[in-house]
């Protein structure tokens, strides 16, 4: 993988539909990898960053909503409490901002970039962020959480999903 290819991918690009692969053996590319995202997230100011984003086909997420960097691979909601709506924005939907009901606390069990594990607890924002990275993950954008009536209103701009 060269940097250069490292671009974000735009809905309607079929890799953002896919399920990502988990990770058997972290290894110093997918570190690399890991690095490159976060640069790329930060020049595109986001606050998180899933590797489908990228077109890579991988289970993979960076986060950062200014409290610090995670990197995690094969990242998994292993408990969840409450609920919140964010209006949700997504770096791979321009133009679209959804209000989305999540959980308001969640608890991630993952791998660091050196494959160890690790557990985060998160809430409110990131809370709300972790959902959605692990979403791309799952193939899902924030655009399936529009009721209906609201697509046929969004109309041309969702219409390539
Ligand atoms: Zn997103």
Same mark, same amino acid.
């Given at each position: ?55 890579? /086909?991988?289970?993979?997420? +960076? =986060? @950062?909503?200014?409290?610090? &960097? ?6 998994? #909601? ?23 009901k999540r959980a308001k606390k969640v608890t ?5 970039? /050196?494959?160890?594990?690790? +557990? =985060? @607890?998160?809430?409110?924002? &990131? ?6 990275? #692990? ?27």
């Amino acid at each position: 993988m060269n940097e250069t290819e490292l671009k974000i991918r735009t809905i309607g690009d079929p890799v953002l539909r896919k399920k990502t692969k988990p990770v058997k053996q972290v290894t110093a590319e997918h570190k690399r990898m890991l690095s490159l995202m976060s640069r790329l997230m930060y020049e595109s100011s986001g606050i998180g960053l899933a590797a489908p984003q990228v077109g890579l /086909d991988i289970s993979m997420i +960076v =986060v @950062d909503i200014g409290k610090g &960097l995670y990197k995690l691979i094969n990242p998994r #909601i292993v408990k969840k409490e409450g609920r919140q709506a964010i209006e949700e924005g997504c770096l791979s939907c321009p133009g679209i901002s959804v209000k989305v009901k999540r959980a308001k606390k969640v608890t991630v069990q993952a791998l660091d970039e /050196d494959g160890r594990p690790v +557990v =985060v @607890d998160a809430e409110n924002m &990131l809370a709300c962020v972790m959902q959605h990275e #692990i979403d791309h993950l799952l193939g899902k954008l924030i655009v399936d959480y529009v009721p209906m009536w609201k697509k046929a209103l969004l109309g041309k701009k969702i219409k390539n999903l």
